[in-house]
């Protein structure tokens, strides 16, 4: 703000010709009027310092009144500029609310507590000072009375002088938002500044402006211009912004509604969130949606990198997949793009599906100690619950039930090593997680054939005794269960008489067999080998060992091989029964002779390499009886005593093998504490000397 002294004349007098004058009238006035100078100096002169202070604004209504009031009593009042012959004019310099600088040039309106006659009449006329302080009236306001008007202090006041710039109500106008639309819309790019600009014609007194959103106010400002600037997102697109102006007369503000056309990359949403799951076999329907200023060009379904679907110039899209498999798990993703950028979303497909079983075992051997089998499920959910294991035979028959771990891992009790090969089936571990399969079964199995590698193991149903006709081939069958495949097989005679067979011929052929399994007799996959014994010398009752081998050891079974008609040998057979824990053994008299023979209970039929010879009490005594080579072709018979059974045919043409000692026959030396009672049957004669002149009589 400034100040400067501008006396004035009527009349077109220059600045020299005022400065002169000036200097007349301090010369040349008298003392009344160099004293009325001053006053009027010092007037302007604190004019100008006081309008470094506020003013107070009044605003009025053309034919209204107005009273200005003045703080202390008042000498003089100033007000607007008039042009009437002798009125001194001063002017001041001020900013006014709108930041603009303004020039106003006063006069004198009044002298202590009258109007001054200065004035021209239609103002002085509408003028008058009321109250002690001498305020200032004006009646029947009009454009010609605005401007500034300033209370002088007539007394030392130590408040500031009042001032006042009285203008007349105007409401503001022409209000616009720049770089508007004729649609009415600001454009505007996703992540860049915008500015909204809101500008109006101000009105008086000035009007404040304020933007708002959904009837919320944003920012407040004002006159005549708000400037809002922020970075709009996606989410501003076809927001409404409104610039509201309004001064204290007005009832109803100005407006101006603008929506904004912001560009945005696509936004892609689809109808499932984050994880999607579904059965195996059910119907599986995702759809995309993309969101974009300008629409999307182009919208596809990918399944990790391969394409599935496409559409161009469409805002969305639907992938739907009939009876889903566990091979449609994975992510899927949605991609839209436009000429603002692209953008994608993903789902992740999850099929739920029953546990795929896999038994795990190793190869179980003989003498192994760690004998596990483990249930590996794989299904979605993987949360498993495990229930009992079934050993079942290979032809679906049940042996036993098993506990397994929470794990899924079987380990199989502990047995005897001789019975390890009863451990072979199939063994069938049961899960769930929950999840059903096509047929609607809850439950899966998983089935592992295991096998024991072990020696031969020969059937609890092979005939021990076993009969052929008088002159034909012999033939011995046995039947055998093995895990491997047979190396090796061997028939040998272990009676007293050996014999020469002129030709052997084996037979061997794949048979289902019955075995115990743990006690269950279950059907199995054998070996049926028959021996087809010819030659001269098979007469008779023999015993014979057959012995059977594969990469894990051998095993032997012992056969009496009898001809049809005839009793059983004395030298082949001999029955004896004793009780050893229950388990009944048969054994051959001339064991002695016998170099591979396996005693063969029923609780253990696997070859033992070292024999366990058990001594029989009350053992059966008799005598080899012998005959010279003879050419008699007369059959000979040795009959037993009393009730005995017949004995076996004697052959007169073959020499023994051995000739047993006599002396000691009659004494009991060969049998020592354990002769029986009836003491021999038999003795030696030197051609054929049947019974004994001097056996007892027994009673």
């Not at 009437?84 to 303004?102: A, C, R």
């Not at 149903?461 to 097989?489: A, F, P």
């Not at 009676?495 to 002129?502: L, R």
């Not at 009836?678 to 001097?694: L, R």
Request: charged share 20%.
């Amino acid at each position: 703000m400034s100040f400067k002294w501008m006396p004035s004349l009527s009349g077109p007098d220059n600045d020299i010709w005022t400065i002169m004058r000036i200097t007349y009238v301090w010369t040349v006035f008298s003392e009344f009027a160099i004293k009325y100078l001053a006053f009027w100096m010092k007037i302007n002169l604190v004019i100008g310092v006081i309008e470094l202070n506020s003013v107070e604004y009044k605003y009025f209504s053309i034919e209204e009144e107005i009273t200005l009031k003045c703080d202390c009593v008042g000498s003089y009042w100033n007000g607007p500029a008039v042009k009437s012959p002798g009125k001194q004019i001063s002017q001041i310099n001020i900013t006014d609310v709108y930041g603009k600088q303004k020039f106003y040039n006063l006069s004198i309106y009044t002298r202590r507590n009258e109007i001054a006659d200065t004035l021209p009449y239609d103002i002085y006329n509408r003028l008058s000072l009321i109250g002690n302080n001498l305020d200032l009236h004006i009646q029947n306001l009009s454009l010609s009375d605005e401007g500034i008007y300033i209370c002088e202090y007539a007394v030392k006041c130590n408040l500031p002088q009042k001032r006042y710039l009285l203008q007349k109500k105007i409401f503001p106008t022409k209000l616009r938002i720049q770089n508007e639309t004729n649609q009415h819309t600001i454009k505007g790019i996703e992540n860049c500044t915008l500015s909204l600009i809101c500008l109006v014609e101000s009105g008086k007194p000035s009007e404040k402006l304020r933007w708002t959103k959904h009837g919320n106010i944003i920012l407040r400002g004002g006159p005549s211009k708000l400037v809002y600037t922020f970075v709009p997102g996606k989410n501003d697109h076809q927001s409404g912004y409104t610039c509201e102006a309004q001064n204290p007369d007005m009832i109803i503000p100005l407006t101006k509604t603008i929506h904004l056309d912001i560009k945005y990359k696509p936004c892609i949403s689809i109808n499932i969130s984050g994880t999607l799951m579904v059965v195996e076999g059910e119907m599986m329907h995702i759809c995309c949606i993309s969101r974009s200023n300008p629409k999307p060009t182009s919208i596809n379904w990918y399944n990790e990198e391969v394409k599935l679907d496409s559409n161009y110039n469409a805002s969305s899209l639907c992938l739907k997949i009939n009876n889903v498999s566990r091979h449609d798990s994975g992510n899927y993703i949605c991609s839209s793009k436009n000429e603002i950028g692209n953008a994608s979303s993903e789902i992740v497909l999850i099929i739920s599906y029953p546990p795929v079983i896999d038994v795990w075992y190793r190869k179980l051997m003989k003498y192994d100690r760690n004998r596990e089998i483990q249930c590996l499920a794989e299904g979605e959910p993987n949360i498993y619950n495990y229930f009992q294991w079934e050993h079942q035979s290979l032809f679906n028959e049940h042996i036993r039930y098993l506990g397994g771990e929470n794990d899924g891992i079987l380990r199989l009790p502990d047995v005897n090593v001789s019975n390890r090969y009863q451990d072979t089936g199939v063994y069938i571990c049961n899960v769930t997680n929950g999840i059903s399969d096509y047929h609607g079964n809850i439950f899966q199995l998983g089935r592992a054939y295991l096998v024991f590698d072990g020696p031969p193991v020969f059937a609890e149903d092979n005939e021990r005794i076993q009969n052929y006709n008088i002159g034909s081939e012999i033939e011995i069958k046995v039947k055998v269960y093995n895990s491997s495949v047979i190396k090796c097989h061997n028939i040998t005679d272990v009676g007293s008489m050996p014999f020469i067979p002129n030709d052997i011929d084996v037979k061997i052929n794949p048979v289902q067999m019955k075995e115990r399994f743990h006690d269950a007799s279950v059907t199995v996959n054998g070996t049926k080998l028959i021996f087809v014994l010819r030659g001269e010398s098979l007469s008779g009752s023999r015993k014979f060992n057959v012995t059977i081998c594969n990469s894990h050891g051998h095993s032997s079974f012992v056969v009496d091989s009898n001809p049809l008609g005839q009793s059983e040998s004395v030298e082949n057979r001999l029955y004896h029964s004793v009780q050893e824990s229950g388990i009944s053994i048969l054994q051959t008299p001339q064991d002695e002779l016998i170099d591979d023979v396996t005693l063969t209970v029923s609780d253990s039929r696997l070859y033992n390499e070292q024999l366990n010879r058990v001594t029989m009490d009350g053992q059966l005594n008799y005598a080899d009886v012998v005959f010279q080579p003879s050419s008699s072709t007369n059959q000979v018979r040795i009959i037993g005593l009393e009730d005995r059974i017949h004995y076996a045919d004697v052959d007169v043409s073959m020499r023994t093998a051995f000739l047993p000692d006599i002396s000691s026959i009659g004494d009991g030396s060969d049998i020592g504490s354990h002769k029986s009672s009836s003491e021999d049957d038999f003795v030696y004669v030197g051609q054929i000397e049947n019974y004994m002149q001097n056996r007892p009589t027994h009673t």
